[in-house]
């Protein structure tokens, strides 16, 4: 993509780029309706991981295979329990990255959303975070029954923003997330640490 090429809009993950990393005693709260050890659950949460953001599992079902994979049922007053400590999981704010966000709209920048995440995970996410109705689009996986890495959901999310790929940049913490995003044609940077990025951004002249 040639480095003249104006940036008009910016293109978030949220998960470990707008949210932190997972919060420990959100894990172990999951852990503690299953009565699990952590590598068995961390394996039983993850197996089925994909298929719930993609919206092949919605939270009843995800929840059901989780604890099927650990010899466990689950009540509905458990199932509820581990929504909302999946919400605390995923929840706990990267500040200074919500801060720079925050500053686009007023560079004439617009701001987009593009996210795996389930059903249940949307509504706790926007419940608790509803300043991210105020961006300019939200592209989120179960939505649309397709998850980054695939092709079709990066051109979803330039369609929404109505902005051509080459002029997005975009935010992600995964190098296989990255790597589909350049493929579709936008810039991005894969999110590691904050000072890493302002280095980078400072090299846009977006810092």
Known sequence: MPSSQPIRAVLFDYGQVLSTAPV???WERLKA???ADEEAFHTAYWRH???YDRGTLNADTYWSA????LGRTITAEQEETLRKADTDLWTQLNEPMVAWAGSLPARGLKRGILSNIGDAMEHG???RCPWLKDFDHLTF?????????EAAIYEHAAQGLGVAPEEILF????AENIAAARAAGMRAIQYTDHAAFIREIEALGLA
């Open 125 to 127: 996410v926007l419940e």
């Open 49 to 51: 991981r994909h298929d």
């Open 141 to 149: 996986s179960h939505r649309l029954k397709i998850a980054k890495p």
């Open 171 to 174: 935010l992600d913490d995964r």
């Open 24 to 26: 420990p005693a959100a």
């Open 33 to 35: 309706v299953f009565g």
């Open 66 to 69: 989780v604890a099927s994979d």
